[in-house]
């Protein structure tokens, strides 16, 4: 039984040749007509000076958690 269903090179292309077909066929019927012009760029992600109270949360936390890993790491 196994034997009759050897799959050669052709017809795993067949397959998905067959399969990319009806996706792309899929995929333009749900793409609204139209041009699509990419303008610009996306705009930079928000820096630390923006949120100052995080930068300052941060170096505590980091201030914090170095004097805990010192003080179990020496003591």
């Given at each position: 039984?196994?034997?009759?269903?050897r799959?050669s090179?052709?017809?795993?292309?067949?397959?998905?040749?067959?399969?990319?077909y009806?996706?792309?066929?899929?995929?333009?019927?749900?793409?609204?007509?139209g041009r699509?012009?990419i303008?610009?760029?996306?705009?930079?992600?928000?820096?630390l000076?923006i949120?100052?109270?995080?930068?300052?949360?941060?170096?505590?936390?980091?201030?914090?958690?170095?004097?805990?890993?010192?003080?179990?790491?020496?003591?």
């Amino acid at each position: 039984m196994v034997d009759k269903l050897r799959w050669s090179d052709d017809t795993a292309d067949e397959y998905v040749d067959r399969i990319l077909y009806r996706l792309s066929l899929a995929i333009e019927e749900h793409i609204t007509p139209g041009r699509w012009i990419i303008i610009g760029h996306p705009p930079p992600p928000p820096t630390l000076t923006i949120f100052p109270s995080l930068r300052i949360l941060r170096a505590t936390v980091v201030v914090v958690m170095s004097l805990i890993v010192g003080y179990f790491f020496f003591h």
